[in-house]
């Protein structure tokens, strides 16, 4: 949900370190944190890592650094994680608010798939099966945002009203005034 970034809101977005190669038109440190699986290891062995699980093969995880630093400076910190790590953090933190994107069907999950010419037919296989699986865990979440194709701004959209009336549900602080 890139759009998410364009709507210059006081929010971190984590960047997750993972162990798979670099796309085309990755950059590291952006999109990802880009590290060989001996340095992942070695993350999760000092306790680097806030969760971490392996998917499809690579080691994604969230380092604590990109959570703790934002929240202590303010800000809200937006992660982008699967049900595995969904499920961690509401063990870590219960009053996380969680958001389950979703597309619209899973035909256009494969055209999207499809459309990115990274995986191989049995690595599309697999994906799909797992999101199916995922699909079934949707009742843990607190929202589900469907990310048509072509409706992009909706979801977006959805999902800021989503964190703006959850950030209005939250105790206020005493303001007083003299």
């Not at 998917?55 to 699967?82: S, T």
């Not at 990115?116 to 697999?126: H, I, L, P």
């Amino acid at each position: 949900m890139a759009g998410l970034r364009e709507l210059d809101r006081p929010w971190h977005f984590a960047v997750t370190a993972t162990t798979r190669p670099m796309r085309a038109g990755e950059e590291d440190g952006k999109d990802y944190i880009f590290v060989d699986l001996e340095t992942f290891l070695r993350m999760r062995e000092r306790d680097e890592l806030l969760e971490s699980a392996q998917v499809y093969d690579r080691w994604y995880g969230v380092p604590r650094q990109q959570v703790r630093d934002p929240l202590i400076a303010g800000k809200d910190v937006i992660l982008e994680i699967d049900v595995q790590g969904a499920a961690t953090i509401r063990q870590i933190a219960p009053e996380a608010l969680t958001i389950f994107v979703m597309p619209g069907s899973v035909d256009e999950l494969r055209r999207r798939l499809m459309g990115r010419g990274t995986e191989d037919e049995n690595e599309m296989r697999r994906r799909l099966e797992e999101a199916s699986v995922e699909l079934s865990r949707i009742g843990e979440f607190d929202y589900r945002v469907v990310n048509r194709d072509g409706e992009l701004e909706a979801a977006v959209r959805e999902v800021d009203a989503i964190i703006a009336a959850e950030k209005c549900r939250v105790e206020p602080r005493l303001v007083q005034f003299l």
